[in-house]
């Protein structure tokens, strides 16, 4: 079947702008998640949706950054104002319910590659 | 907090050489998982293993192997007779327990790669 897909694969944009990073989980997925791999940081986790609980916002940076998933299915990342640190692979994540194969383990999308300059 | 430390950054093999990648991990947690994930150059990260805390049995997968010690917090994982399409960077990672099913976020470590030549 089809994985998560992210769309744009690659974005570059420049320093100021608002950016838009979007998410297809696999269908059936309850579980969304974002990470950040950044050459100084690595890989470090952004937000976590959850069916229709409140998201896990924790990892998000700043508060240029939002992400929602409307209908419990499709994600998108929001970036506002990007700087040059915001520059790295933003992956996209996804683990089926309980009861389902595969439960426990993420799904990952090919990444959306992001360039500010 | 949850750490997960990955000492070695790059490890060269000679191809058929076994390779053991070490992993340790912090958490205050009494329930937990623990993983192995693969990425190849396409840049996509691959699931390969996952262990629960309360598991300590080591098991054998085709070529693939690890030694969870939960006494060391260590969860090292080995590739027998290693391969050239081995060669990525190999990232392990730590969650909390989840009742709900879909995992939670996962704590990586810095990642090593591995090179594998012929």
């Known amino acids: 079947g089809a994985g998560v897909s992210q769309s744009p694969s690659n974005k570059v944009t420049e320093k100021g702008k608002d950016v838009e990073l979007r998410c297809d989980p696999i269908s059936g997925h309850t579980a969304l998640y974002w990470y950040r791999q950044s050459l100084g940081q690595g890989l470090e986790f952004l937000i976590y949706f959850q069916g229709n609980s409140a998201p896990d916002k924790s990892g998000l940076p700043s508060d240029r950054f939002s992400a929602e998933r409307t209908g419990g299915s499709v994600s998108t990342l929001t970036i506002q104002r990007t700087q040059q640190e915001d520059s790295a692979v933003y992956l996209c994540?996804?683990?089926?319910?309980?009861?389902?194969?595969?439960?426990?383990?993420?799904?990952f999308g090919p990444g959306t590659r992001l360039t500010v300059t | 907090a949850q750490k997960v430390t990955q000492a070695q950054t790059e490890i060269s093999v000679v191809e058929k050489e076994d390779v053991t990648l070490d992993c340790v991990y912090e958490t205050r947690d009494t329930t937990y998982y623990l993983f192995w994930y693969k990425q190849p150059p396409s840049g996509e990260l691959v699931f390969l293993i996952r262990?629960?805390?309360?598991?300590?049995q080591n098991e054998i997968s085709g070529r693939y192997s690890w030694n969870f010690q939960k006494s060391t917090s260590s969860f090292n994982f080995t590739i027998t007779a290693s391969q050239v399409v081995d060669s990525a960077v190999y990232f392990c990672?730590?969650?909390?327990?989840?009742?709900?099913?879909?995992?939670?976020?996962?704590?990586f470590g810095t990642g090593t790669q591995l090179k594998v030549e012929l």
């Open positions: 994540a996804s683990s089926p319910p309980l009861g389902r194969a595969g439960v426990l383990r993420q799904y």
């Open positions: 262990r629960n805390s309360f598991d300590e």
């Open positions: 990672a730590l969650s909390e327990y989840s009742l709900t099913g879909g995992g939670n976020k996962l704590t």
